[in-house]
């Protein structure tokens, strides 16, 4: 029995980095306190600001940046596994930014880092128009990190509605999938629940899913509701709404083998065609 206690820290950032370190870095202490070795924050943790021109003048390249400093020494002091759930950076070579999110170690060492892949490029009626693309280059691997306790699948927000990518990294070998996120009100409300359980069913995978929740300084409103599911499905643990906070589950790392030969559809994946029917006898 290989068991952990993971835990969500939901968040409400806003337009400043220095507040939403400190906001962050109070919620990671409650769960390191309540007994968590793997933590995770939600997407963007450390700037939220769709404003034209107003956040790029904060983001710096890796090396640079305070957050990841700071999340790195936090790791390392609490002795916990901390996957800071993404912030933006910038990139030598290409004026667009990386939407990254980091896996860090209990001795504060960087041990994984993925760009998210799929740019969230969309209308979804909540008056607001979002073209990531714009401004953030699309990441072009998929991340399986190596841990003490087990693989994790790295992956961010809008990577979500594509399976194809989680089903790789479960096929991979991964046990753990990660859904940092600042899922949209109306999408959240839609689709939230259905499309983590749906992922973390088919890749027979625990889900960790660390969100921004509620209204922010820029006017967007993010939906909450961070989550941990199990391979079957279920979920473990839920934030209450919007509201910044922590949750915590524990999972036995046994329960994915014990899913997969259940339902042992990652292997049983078959070679097959399409025929486009003309309806004409």
Not at 9 to 36: C, D, F, H, K, Y
Not at 82 to 110: C, F, H, W
Not at 128 to 148: D, N
Request: some cysteine; hydrophobic content about 45%.
């Amino acid at each position: 029995m290989t068991l952990l206690r993971a835990a969500c820290v939901q968040m409400r950032s806003g337009t400043e980095v220095a507040p939403n370190i400190a906001a962050a870095s109070r919620l990671v202490r409650q769960a390191a306190a309540a007994g968590a070795t793997l933590i995770a924050t939600p997407e963007m943790t450390n700037l939220l600001d769709i404003r034209p021109g107003m956040a790029r003048p904060k983001i710096v390249s890796q090396d640079d940046d305070t957050t990841l400093a700071a999340f790195r020494a936090l790791a390392e002091e609490l002795g916990v596994w901390l996957l800071l759930g993404s912030i933006a950076v910038t990139v030598e070579g290409d004026e667009r930014l990386a939407n990254r999110s980091y896996l860090i170690g209990p001795d504060g060492k960087i041990v994984a880092q993925y760009d998210k892949i799929h740019m969230f490029d969309v209308e979804v009626g909540d008056g607001q128009t979002y073209r990531e693309s714009r401004a953030y280059r699309p990441g072009m691997s998929a991340v399986l990190a190596e841990t003490a306790f087990g693989a994790v699948g790295m992956t961010i927000c809008y990577d979500l509605r594509f399976p194809a990518l989680y089903r790789t990294l479960a096929q991979a070998g991964a046990q753990i999938l990660t859904v940092p996120a600042a899922f949209t009100r109306v999408t959240g409300e839609a689709h939230w629940h259905v499309l983590l359980r749906a992922r973390a069913i088919e890749a027979g995978c625990f889900v960790i899913a660390s969100a921004q929740g509620g209204k922010h300084e820029d006017g967007r409103e993010t939906f909450g509701h961070s989550l941990i599911i199990s391979p079957w499905g279920e979920i473990l643990a839920e934030a209450d709404g919007d509201e910044p906070g922590v949750i915590w589950a524990d999972i036995d790392l046994d329960q994915v083998a014990k899913a997969r030969d259940r339902i042992p559809s990652l292997s049983n994946d078959q070679v097959f065609s399409l025929n486009r029917a003309s309806g004409e006898a």
